[in-house]
């Protein structure tokens, strides 16, 4: 629930997770004890959901794409050999394993709008809140891997703005779907009468529109969120607007702390702009934290992932279309042709840098913007000053090593964040995830823009399902001859 007038901001804290061996922190699955290869065995995602659960996690954050890294070096071998996000699999599966094992772990599933129909994703979203009595969330992308194109028959990736104008139509779809299309009380289950659901209150949507024809009606009941939390992926300008109009959480980043700040002003400024209040969005980002009982143990776990850490899957996450291994370390960017292009990560700003200093930052843990190693009371103090000064209001927390990263999370940094005030100390029993975050209650609030079409509104015809009415069957006689 929402905290008190003048009390410290709550942390939304996520854990940062994929249905692959090595999601973002590269080379450290090859760690002793790690966990990573097990990722195609149920057990895994149980006994990671229990941890979770019991150190007090608000969710944790599944991401995906639908495609491999295949622009660094002009193919995917390099992906491939590290297990870079490939092998990989469907991030939405595992919640109901996870589910079955937990009451109040939340699930946050990324799921693009670029590829697939918008009606058989709405069925399957209001499938896992429903199994999940509420505790699902949905990360929408737009896809951007070339290679994603390329699966679902294109030749190239759609262009950015034209993938958001998509969306847009994409959510409208959902939106009757899951708020237009069946009032609250449609389930009636009248045995005496053998009516289980009263089709007057059930409705089509007849969406007619630039990318999408769906009649309706949404096959699935409300489940208890109706619309799923709606949390988006995004630094565009672009990607801001869409934002401010429909997301409830966003995961965002930038290259420096000041950047983030600036970020995450414009973000909040978009819901306003949306007609919606900035508290409406809730701005998460990554994290890397190393914590141990004293510094010097911290630092020596922050050696021992930096020791496995490969500069090359980050080279390939970041879709860099030029090698920078294939050149001399002392030479100036400004002097090579090729590295006037960039990766979705860096770019080239100092053409007087050396390949050698470009090169540094991949694979260099601690380069991240929001960083910290050292002890429970540094760590605490780190992320507190990330709530006040830089005004994210939570993180995913990356793992370098699978389960010791939350473990170490969970028995030294969750206590202390407790004592003062940054974490619930327990969870409420009564809570769908988006009460948890917002504490305002299970539905999208009416501000927002998906709630238009309660009750119908907005639909081409608000009527419910019913049979046609029957014509009166010509007289006989009148029946006109040749």
């Known amino acids: 629930m929402s905290t008190s007038a003048g009390a410290p901001k709550r942390l939304v804290l996520n854990l940062f997770e994929m249905n692959c061996v090595s999601h973002i922190t590269h080379g450290l699955w090859r760690l002793p004890d790690n966990n990573r290869e097990r990722f195609n065995d149920i057990d895994y995602w149980t006994e990671l959901a229990r941890l979770l659960e019991d150190g ?102 759609v262009e950015h703005d034209e993938r958001f104008a998509r969306a847009e139509e994409y959510l409208d779809v959902l939106y009757k779907l899951w708020e237009g299309s069946w009032d609250d009380d449609a389930i009636v289950a009248d045995r005496q009468r053998n009516v289980f659901a009263d089709p007057s209150r059930i409705r089509p949507i007849h969406h007619d529109g630039r990318y999408f024809k769906v009649e309706g009606p949404h096959l699935p009941s409300p489940s208890r969120q109706r619309t799923p939390l709606l949390i988006t992926a995004t630094q565009s300008e672009a990607g801001t607007a869409f934002a401010g109009k429909h997301a409830e959480v966003v995961f965002t980043g930038a290259p420096d702390q000041a950047g983030l700040a600036a970020t995450v002003a414009r973000l909040k400024q978009a819901a306003v702009d949306a007609g919606r209040r900035d508290v409406d969005l809730k701005v998460i980002t990554t994290a890397g934290v190393i914590v141990g009982r004293t510094e010097e143990e911290a630092r020596a776990k922050l050696a021992r992932f930096q020791e496995l850490s490969d500069p090359e899957g980050y080279l390939a996450h970041a879709g860099l279309p030029w090698d920078p291994t294939a050149h001399p370390a002392d030479a100036r960017l400004g002097e090579l042709a090729d590295a006037a292009a960039h990766g979705r990560w860096r770019r080239v700003a100092d053409a007087e840098q050396t390949v050698g200093d470009f090169l540094a930052g991949f694979g260099d843990l601690s380069a991240h913007p929001l960083f ?50 940054r974490l619930r100390s327990s969870y409420d029993e009564r809570e769908s995830l988006r009460d948890r975050i917002f504490g ?43």
């Not at 046609?468 to 001859?481: D, F, I, K, N, Y």
Request: glycine share 10%; net charge negative.
């Open 56 to 157: 007090g996690f608000d969710a944790v954050f599944l991401a995906d794409v639908i495609g491999t890294y295949d622009v660094f070096r002009g193919s995917a071998e390099t992906a491939v050999r590290q297990g870079l996000q490939i092998p990989n699999n469907d991030p939405a599966v595992v919640v109901p394993a996870m589910a079955a094992v937990t009451r109040h772990l939340g699930f946050g599933i990324t799921f693009s709008t670029t590829y697939e129909p918008p009606f058989a994703w709405a069925r399957r979203a209001s499938t896992l809140d429903h199994l999940t009595k509420g505790r699902v969330g949905w990360n929408i992308v737009t896809s951007y891997l070339p290679n994603a194109a390329r699966n679902f028959g294109l030749e190239e990736e």
């Open 372 to 421: 910290v190693v050292g002890t429970p009371v540094q760590v605490a103090d780190e992320i507190e000053r990330w709530l006040d000064e830089l005004d994210i209001d939570g993180i995913n927390l990356l793992q370098y090593h699978t389960y010791d990263t939350a473990r170490d999370f969970i028995e030294l940094v969750v206590p202390v964040l407790r004592e003062r005030g």
């Open 440 to 482: 305002e209650g299970d539905r999208l609030p009416e501000r927002h823009y998906g709630a238009r079409y309660r009750g119908g509104a907005h639909l081409p015809d608000r009527t419910g399902i019913s049979d046609p009415v029957p014509t009166e069957p010509e007289p006989a006689g009148h029946r006109l001859t040749a």
